[in-house]
């Protein structure tokens, strides 16, 4: 792809971030959210996508959906896909999102009753460039609530892995310890979780959709028997696994 059409590429998706971004809720929206316990909440979904090794078009899209608060497997959806748009840093949404939706869409139509009430995103929500990560793109575009939980903190918004951040984390003494990333500007992104008392890398937490943040950090840490969320790992799992299955040798 030419410099000149990547530029364009990029602009035309920045102004649809622009737009989508105003659509995103920050707060929690069910009832469920606002109970100590999450009562009512039955059902948490998954999301990932594993790549062929050396090859960056074709991959794996996963989704699945865990019953609550027990985190076994009800619902698993494994597709071969074919990557279209290009990676450009900070719109991966654009290449992985609409797979994702097309998931959901084939899940409501075959089993409704299955549909996740909440969806964890191995990636970022609005700790992000333009406060619209994968996460928030997911949500806004299938309306349902989403968290996303990413592995490697992004450093973004005068947030940097610098020594406070290296001493902050090592402040972090059980499972459900946290601290905010604040931005420049004093909003807080998102936060670094020690999601697990057998991990104390953490993991950074931000909203979605449809969810708030200390919400969103309080149920991450409740789906984690590890230090990633259950329906992340579990979606990471079963797609590296289709994977290996169907094409030998091809993991990265």
């Known amino acids: 792809m030419s410099a000149l059409h990547t530029e364009e590429l990029e602009q035309q998706w920045k102004s649809e971030q622009e737009c989508l971004r105003q659509l995103v809720v920050e707060q929690d929206t069910e009832q469920w959210q606002k109970t100590t316990d999450f009562s009512g909440l ?17 991959a794996c899209a996963q989704l699945v959906v865990l019953s609550y608060p027990q985190l076994e497997v009800l ?6 896909v074919a990557l ?12 992985e999102t609409p797979f994702l939706v097309e998931a959901l869409k084939r899940l409501e139509k075959n089993k409704p009753e299955l549909m996740p009430q909440v969806v964890f995103v191995d990636g970022n929500g609005i700790f992000h460039y333009r406060e619209f990560g994968l996460a928030c793109h997911l949500g806004v575009l299938s309306g349902l609530p989403c968290v996303g939980v990413a592995k490697n903190l992004l450093q973004v ?26 931005a420049s500007s004093g909003k807080v992104l998102g936060k ?8 104390s890398k953490p993991v950074y937490v931000s909203i979605g959709h449809k969810i708030s ?16 969320p259950e329906p992340i790992r579990q979606a990471d799992c079963r797609s590296r696994e289709y994977l290996r299955v169907h094409f030998p040798a091809a993991l990265t």
């Open 42 to 58: 039955e059902r948490v979904g998954g999301v990932d996508l594993s790549f062929i090794k050396g090859d960056d078009v074709n």
């Open 75 to 80: 619902y698993e959806d494994s597709q071969m």
């Open 84 to 95: 279209t748009a290009p990676y450009i840093a900070g719109f991966l949404a654009f290449r």
């Open 157 to 182: 918004e005068g947030v940097y892995k610098n020594e406070e951040h290296q001493s902050q984390i090592a402040a972090l003494q059980k499972g459900g310890d946290s601290f905010p990333l604040t």
């Open 192 to 199: 670094a979780l020690r999601s697990s008392e057998k991990s």
């Open 213 to 228: 943040l200390d919400t969103a950090v309080r149920l991450t840490h409740c789906c984690c028997r590890y230090r990633v």
